[in-house]
């Protein structure tokens, strides 16, 4: 495998509007993040994922762009993102921006132009059809927040456009070379102002199986999961490798797909040496318990599930490429409270999990929060929900029979405001995210999870990731933390998830106990040294190590 400037870097998603308040606004801005950047020097990150802060109506927030080239008011200006460039720049940090090209604002001038003229050149740029006669739709796929993915074309109620996601997303047309033209030129833009990358967006859906036809319905709404056209769609690569060759190559980009669904055969073409991306998300652990009836009928995840799932995606990838290892981002469940129990939901627990993920072979990706335990948000009403997927989720569970209170406790466990609660700087008034009122409430554990408190405290949680993120930098150990081969241990023991990382001169075994009693583990050799540690036990003798509930631990052992 070519080794790549960002394999042994550390990544971290900002979402911009929780992040840092500084005109008291309620809103988080750029000057926010630029005020910020030695705190992630100081941490050891190295790459910054921005979600969109280009200008919206932020109706799916701000993933329905109206200008690809401007930065929304509510966020700074473009002097702000220069000024946030050049200031990264100085400290070693990669910039990325959110690449949303699956869609646009229903506000963006080239949907205006398509609603003025649907037979001229811009009406070419979506999705817009005849309305059939009959009354009927033209196909029965069900759209990302709920009901048909198909809507009147304003002031022409003869005619309809798609979107994928919510009415104010239409689809843009990648069939449409001038479509596609203007997006690499767009990508070249922000890549030659000195951007190193981008995460792509929802980037599976460019591709659509046509002519438009019905699959069986899933669910009572008579709609379907867009998942059946996906399997039937071709050719995704095709548009992807013509964006690579376009933008990403010559310059080197650091690019993360948000990929869902994709084919088993086009991994190597996805994230190979000669990749259409750098990289993709590792979501498989995220879909675990998923129902495809909707948020309410999911299941819970057991340790058990969570290894299968981590193990089953380093396979898929071994001698391929690099996946980004997450356990939340902005679309997810707060990690610490999906895939821990309530009984190990303290420091010990979520040291573990973060241990066990941010070991994994590829690149880890921390979310904002995620490095001082940040969790879900609990939501008394339905008013409080402001995520449009959780308002419509509440009203499927409600369709399908629950009560009010169940229907809020499946919005509680999966809603996307969990993530996107402000960021917790410290235990003053909002946390320290504003002076004035945010956008959405602090969660209200502030007092107890802050940054502020844990940077005094050696054995916080932050303090841990600041450990990982520095083994993984480590001249000794980064060899074997970044590319060495993960070899899955004692796989068979339950509610243990343990693994080798087997460099060239270094073999390290991490070691996580992911329940809340005692067990024991054997070991594969000799114990070198105890390089990190979540309790402060340590007890190895006989070939076996002594592992108490919740303890996590990597070792370096002889080969
Ligand atoms: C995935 C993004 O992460 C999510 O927040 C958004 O709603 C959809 N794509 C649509 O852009
Ligand atoms: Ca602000």
């Given at each position: 495998m070519e080794k790549k400037w960002w394999h042994g870097k550390t990544a971290y998603q900002i979402y911009p509007k929780s992040f840092l308040d500084t005109n008291g606004d309620g809103i988080g801005d750029l000057r926010g993040i630029i005020r910020k950047l030695d705190y992630f020097k100081d941490l050891g990150v190295e790459i910054l994922w921005l979600s969109p802060i280009y200008c919206s109506p932020l109706a799916d927030q701000g993933y329905d762009i109206s200008d690809y080239y401007g930065i929304d008011p509510r966020f700074g200006t473009m002097e702000d993102m220069d000024e946030l460039l050049s200031q990264a720049g100085r400290r070693g940090i990669h910039i990325l921006m959110d690449l949303v090209v699956n869609h646009c604002s229903d506000e963006h001038p080239w949907f205006q132009a398509a609603c003025r003229d649907p037979e001229g050149p811009y009406g070419r740029y979506f999705y817009i059809v005849d309305r059939p006669a009959d009354g009927s739709l033209p196909c029965n796929w069900r759209s990302a927040f709920g009901g048909s993915v198909w809507s009147p074309l304003p002031g022409h109620p003869d005619k309809l456009y798609l979107h994928i996601f919510h009415r104010k997303q239409p689809d843009l047309n990648w069939e449409n070379p001038e479509v596609r033209q203007e997006i690499y030129k767009m990508v070249n833009w922000w890549l030659d102002k000195g951007l190193s990358?981008?995460?792509?967006?929802?980037?599976?859906?460019?591709?659509?199986?046509?002519?438009?036809?019905?699959?069986?319905?899933?669910?009572?709404?008579?709609?379907?999961?867009?998942?059946?056209?996906?399997?039937?769609?071709?050719?995704?690569?095709?548009?992807?490798?013509?964006?690579?060759?376009?933008?990403?190559?010559?310059?080197?980009?650091?690019?993360?797909?948000?990929?869902?669904?994709?084919?088993?055969?086009?991994?190597?073409?996805?994230?190979?040496?000669?990749?259409?991306?750098?990289?993709?998300?590792?979501?498989?652990?995220?879909?675990?318990?998923?129902?495809?009836?909707?948020w309410y009928d999911n299941k819970p995840v057991t340790p058990e599930m969570y290894k299968a799932a981590c193990f089953a995606s380093q396979k898929r990838v071994e001698g391929v490429g690099f996946l980004c290892n997450i356990i939340e981002n902005h679309d997810e469940p707060r990690g610490v409270s999906h895939y821990l129990p309530p009984e190990g939901r303290h420091t010990a627990g979520k040291k573990l999990l973060a241990g066990l993920n941010f070991m994994l072979r590829g690149l880890p990706f921390l979310y904002q929060g995620q490095e001082i335990g940040m969790e879900n948000r609990r939501c008394r009403s339905i008013d409080e929900v402001d995520d449009i997927s959780a308002r419509d989720e509440y009203q499927v569970a409600l369709a399908a029979g629950l009560g009010p209170e169940e229907a809020l406790a499946a919005v509680n466990r999966f809603s996307r405001d969990n993530a996107r609660t402000p960021f917790q700087?410290?235990?003053?008034?909002?946390?320290?995210?504003?002076?004035?009122?945010?956008?959405?409430?602090?969660?209200?554990?502030?007092?107890?999870?802050?940054?502020?408190?844990?940077?005094?405290?050696?054995?916080?949680?932050?303090?841990?990731?600041?450990?990982?993120?520095?083994?993984?930098?480590s001249p000794t150990y980064a060899e074997a933390v970044v590319y060495g081969d993960l070899i899955p241990w004692l796989r068979e023991q339950e509610n243990l998830m343990a693994y080798l990382r087997k460099g060239e001169e270094k073999t390290l075994l991490v070691l996580g106990n992911f329940q809340n009693a005692a067990q024991t583990a054997v070991l594969p050799g000799a114990v070198r040294k105890v390089l990190l540690n979540n309790l402060h036990e340590f007890t190895a003798e006989a070939g076996r190590v002594q592992l108490e509930p919740w303890q996590f631990l990597i070792l370096e052992v002889a080969r």
């Amino acid at each position: 495998m070519e080794k790549k400037w960002w394999h042994g870097k550390t990544a971290y998603q900002i979402y911009p509007k929780s992040f840092l308040d500084t005109n008291g606004d309620g809103i988080g801005d750029l000057r926010g993040i630029i005020r910020k950047l030695d705190y992630f020097k100081d941490l050891g990150v190295e790459i910054l994922w921005l979600s969109p802060i280009y200008c919206s109506p932020l109706a799916d927030q701000g993933y329905d762009i109206s200008d690809y080239y401007g930065i929304d008011p509510r966020f700074g200006t473009m002097e702000d993102m220069d000024e946030l460039l050049s200031q990264a720049g100085r400290r070693g940090i990669h910039i990325l921006m959110d690449l949303v090209v699956n869609h646009c604002s229903d506000e963006h001038p080239w949907f205006q132009a398509a609603c003025r003229d649907p037979e001229g050149p811009y009406g070419r740029y979506f999705y817009i059809v005849d309305r059939p006669a009959d009354g009927s739709l033209p196909c029965n796929w069900r759209s990302a927040f709920g009901g048909s993915v198909w809507s009147p074309l304003p002031g022409h109620p003869d005619k309809l456009y798609l979107h994928i996601f919510h009415r104010k997303q239409p689809d843009l047309n990648w069939e449409n070379p001038e479509v596609r033209q203007e997006i690499y030129k767009m990508v070249n833009w922000w890549l030659d102002k000195g951007l190193s990358g981008f995460r792509i967006d929802a980037i599976i859906n460019i591709k659509k199986h046509l002519p438009f036809e019905n699959y069986p319905a899933d669910r009572a709404d008579g709609l379907c999961s867009i998942e059946y056209m996906l399997a039937n769609a071709h050719g995704v690569i095709d548009f992807l490798d013509e964006m690579a060759d376009a933008a990403f190559r010559p310059h080197d980009a650091f690019t993360a797909g948000e990929v869902f669904h994709e084919k088993e055969e086009e991994l190597p073409r996805f994230i190979g040496d000669r990749g259409v991306f750098s990289s993709m998300f590792d979501f498989a652990e995220t879909l675990l318990g998923q129902s495809p009836l909707g948020w309410y009928d999911n299941k819970p995840v057991t340790p058990e599930m969570y290894k299968a799932a981590c193990f089953a995606s380093q396979k898929r990838v071994e001698g391929v490429g690099f996946l980004c290892n997450i356990i939340e981002n902005h679309d997810e469940p707060r990690g610490v409270s999906h895939y821990l129990p309530p009984e190990g939901r303290h420091t010990a627990g979520k040291k573990l999990l973060a241990g066990l993920n941010f070991m994994l072979r590829g690149l880890p990706f921390l979310y904002q929060g995620q490095e001082i335990g940040m969790e879900n948000r609990r939501c008394r009403s339905i008013d409080e929900v402001d995520d449009i997927s959780a308002r419509d989720e509440y009203q499927v569970a409600l369709a399908a029979g629950l009560g009010p209170e169940e229907a809020l406790a499946a919005v509680n466990r999966f809603s996307r405001d969990n993530a996107r609660t402000p960021f917790q700087w410290d235990g003053t008034e909002n946390a320290g995210f504003t002076d004035g009122t945010p956008w959405l409430p602090v969660n209200e554990n502030y007092r107890e999870i802050n940054l502020s408190a844990q940077m005094e405290d050696p054995d916080s949680l932050w303090n841990f990731y600041r450990a990982l993120i520095a083994l993984r930098k480590s001249p000794t150990y980064a060899e074997a933390v970044v590319y060495g081969d993960l070899i899955p241990w004692l796989r068979e023991q339950e509610n243990l998830m343990a693994y080798l990382r087997k460099g060239e001169e270094k073999t390290l075994l991490v070691l996580g106990n992911f329940q809340n009693a005692a067990q024991t583990a054997v070991l594969p050799g000799a114990v070198r040294k105890v390089l990190l540690n979540n309790l402060h036990e340590f007890t190895a003798e006989a070939g076996r190590v002594q592992l108490e509930p919740w303890q996590f631990l990597i070792l370096e052992v002889a080969r």
